[in-house]
Structure formats: C-alpha cells, structure tokens
C-alpha cells in the first residue's frame, strides 16, 4: 500500500524551500518600493564638479587658520572661534543626519559680546551629525562628522573632504 505524498516529509521540505524564497521576495520588493534611498544622487558628474570646489573652500579655511571649538551641554549650544582674532557677523550652520533627511537643519548665528555663537533649542539634539561651518560670504568651509551632545568643547577644524 502507498502513502499519501502529503505524508511524506520530503516532499514538504521541498514545496517549503521555494514558497519561502518567493515570499522573501515579495516582501524585499514591497520595502524597497516603499522606503527608496533619498541619498542616492541623479547627476554624478555635477555632484563631482561640486565636490571640487568644496574641496577648495575647505583648502581656504585651512589657509586662514579657521579653527572653531563647539560645546552642546543641555539645550544650548555654543560655537566659538578659537585660534584666529577675525569676528564673523553671521555663521551658517548646517546640521546633516547620515540616514534621515528630514532631521537635517539649519542655524544662522550671530556672535554674542564675547564673539561666541549660541542657540537655544526647544529640544533635545542628540546622535551623529554632519557638520558644516561657513561664513555668510560662503568662500571658506569647514566640515566635520560630531556626536551630540558634547559637554566638552569639541574642536572643529578644516580637514580635507573624504570621499562619500
């Protein structure tokens, strides 16, 4: 008398293998088209060309002597220069988060009586960050990847561009 094929555990192992594969499958394909990479970029070679002349900002601070020293202790964060007597009527902030774009922001400060820039948030600021320091002229630049928040002060200086 033959058994049934369902009885079999064999043949179980063998229907399992592939349906496994293909819901793997579907459920890769599904997040992929839900969560799309919002760091991939279209245009190589513009981004290239761009790169190079952040390149050359970056070798104009370090020409200047640009050095800066940041502190995030609580809320309030502090930026002053450090090593150079030149006073800034605005520094441009950009805070980039590696992964979520919608967490990066922006600071335009202004220096207090001390030379120092300081800015108060509503909030807490914590976690890896791309820094990126320059003057409202915009023809230097100093770009740095920090942790937050720093009860020490930090030293941010110009350092050549790695590559993305």
Known sequence: MKS??????????????????????????????????TLVVGDYYKKGKSINLEVGKVKTAQKLGMRFALQLKGN???IKPTGIEKIFPLLNINFIHP???????????????????????????????????????????????ISLPQ??????????IKAQ
């Open 76 to 78: 309030e964060l502090i």
């Open 99 to 145: 992964t979520l774009e919608e967490r990066d922001f922006y600071l335009a400060l202004t220096p207090d009586g001390n030379g120092y820039f300081r800015h108060q948030f509503d909030h807490e600021i914590s976690g890896k960050w791309k820094l990126t320091l320059s003057p409202f002229e915009g023809h230097w630049k100093i770009q740095d990847t």
């Open 151 to 160: 009860s020490d002060f930090i030293d941010l200086v110009p350092n050549p």
């Open 4 to 37: 049934s094929w369902y009885r079999e555990p064999w043949a179980w192992l063998v229907f399992i293998l592939p349906f496994t594969a293909v819901v793997a499958g579907i459920a890769t394909y599904i997040i992929a088209n839900t969560n799309p990479d």
